[in-house]
Nanobody, 115 residues
Framework: QVHLVESGGGLVQAGGSLRLSCAAS????????MAWYRQAPGKQREMVAS???????DYADSVKGRFAISRDNAKQTVYLQMNSLKPEDTAVYYC?????????WGQGTQVTVSS
């Protein structure tokens, strides 16, 4: 069974940076395309960045140029480097397969950006 554990969130001022990590187990990590999603209060969960098993990446327009997704297959971990954070980036961040996420989600990590 897939198990995803996100970490690295916190409270940061606008313009600051955070690096999120997500450790995966129960899957053959290297063959899966992975992604970071976020869900802000009162909004639907959205995918903000994805990385294919080839290493190629895609980003939502709202984070393009500010966020960078990467992966370490040996550690079965996916990362999200977030720079130039804005208050509208405030959300709970999750990782999962992307697209077509697994049914099981981790607990997420809260990112709060103050203005």
């Amino acid at each position: 069974q897939v198990h995803l554990v996100e970490s690295g969130g916190g409270l940061v001022q606008a313009g600051g940076s955070l690096r999120l990590s997500c450790a995966a187990s129960g899957i053959i990590f290297s063959i899966n395309n992975m992604a970071w999603y976020r869900q802000a209060p009162g909004k639907q969960r959205e995918m903000v960045a994805s990385i294919r098993r080839s290493g190629s990446t895609d980003y939502a327009d709202s984070v393009k140029g500010r966020f960078a997704i990467s992966r370490d297959n040996a550690k079965q971990t996916v990362y999200l480097q977030m720079n130039s954070l804005k208050p509208e980036d405030t959300a709970v961040y999750y990782c999962n397969r992307g697209p077509n996420p697994f049914d099981s989600w981790g607990q997420g990590t809260q990112v709060t950006v103050s203005s």
